[in-house]
């Protein structure tokens, strides 16, 4: 008998629970669309919510009939709470949570230790950068930790379009071979 190792995929999809916002809709269609398209993977789909659980169980169980190899874990945690865990304190792997992974693609809002996977990200725009005034102290301090620690633990970054890869070499300094563009779909 020949043993196949399958490659083992984590994706933070907790920002499927955001239904109609640009970035709700990117997570859901991109992450539907990988599965459809690699079903010979292992998915371990990650989200974390303390009130819309439901919501992202309802997603993962949408996905699981383009793909055999979907795992879930939901944890009972607010985003902030993860944004202190990873993004401040940047303790408590991923991998502690999901088990084993070969690659872990991480959110919008959090970055957690990788371990020994692989690290990517998505950077949408860093308006937050480029146009602090129009951004909370908030939001500006949770992304600027975030990218501090991306730019640490992922070996590649996807852009949403050319002008934010642009921004994203001159601004963060990450090398052009680390940043490819990846194109919004259109639902």
Same mark, same amino acid.
């Given at each position: #008998?020949?043993?196949?190792?399958?490659?083992? $995929?984590?994706?933070?999809?907790?920002?499927?629970?955001?239904?109609?916002?640009?970035?709700?809709?990117?997570?859901?269609? +991109?992450?539907?669309?990988? +599965?459809?398209?690699?079903?010979?993977?292992?998915?371990?789909?990650?989200?974390?919510?303390?009130?819309?659980?439901?919501? $992202?169980?309802?997603?993962?169980?949408?996905?699981?009939?383009?793909?055999?190899?979907? =795992?879930?874990?939901?944890?009972?945690?607010?985003?902030?709470?993860?944004?202190?865990?990873?993004?401040?304190?940047?303790?408590?792997?991923?991998?502690?949570?999901?088990?084993?992974? *070969?690659?872990?693609?991480?959110? *919008?809002?959090?970055?957690?230790?990788?371990?020994?996977?692989?690290?990517?990200?998505?950077?949408?725009?860093?308006?937050?950068?480029?146009?602090? =005034?129009?951004?909370?102290?908030?939001?500006?301090?949770?992304? =600027?930790?975030?990218?501090?620690?991306?730019?640490?633990?992922?070996? #590649?970054?996807?852009?949403?379009?050319?002008?934010?890869? =642009?921004?994203?070499?001159?601004?963060?300094?990450?090398? *052009?071979?680390?940043? $490819?563009?990846?194109?919004?779909?259109?639902?």
């Amino acid at each position: #008998m020949r043993y196949t190792y399958r490659m083992v $995929i984590g994706i933070d999809i907790s920002q499927v629970v955001y239904k109609g916002t640009g970035v709700g809709t990117y997570v859901s269609e +991109i992450v539907r669309s990988l +599965i459809q398209q690699k079903p010979e993977y292992s998915y371990v789909l990650f989200g974390s919510s303390l009130r819309q659980r439901e919501a $992202i169980q309802t997603y993962i169980n949408s996905v699981k009939r383009y793909g055999r190899n979907i =795992k879930s874990v939901i944890l009972p945690l607010p985003p902030s709470l993860l944004h202190v865990i990873w993004n401040v304190l940047h303790i408590i792997p991923i991998t502690w949570i999901t088990g084993k992974l *070969d690659v872990f693609w991480s959110s *919008d809002w959090t970055q957690p230790p990788l371990e020994k996977c692989v690290g990517i990200t998505t950077i949408h725009d860093l308006s937050f950068l480029l146009y602090p =005034k129009s951004f909370t102290r908030k939001i500006i301090t949770v992304q =600027k930790k975030r990218l501090y620690w991306a730019k640490r633990e992922c070996r #590649m970054f996807l852009c949403d379009s050319h002008a934010t890869k =642009k921004d994203v070499i001159k601004y963060l300094q990450i090398p *052009d071979n680390k940043c $490819i563009v990846v194109y919004p779909g259109l639902q």
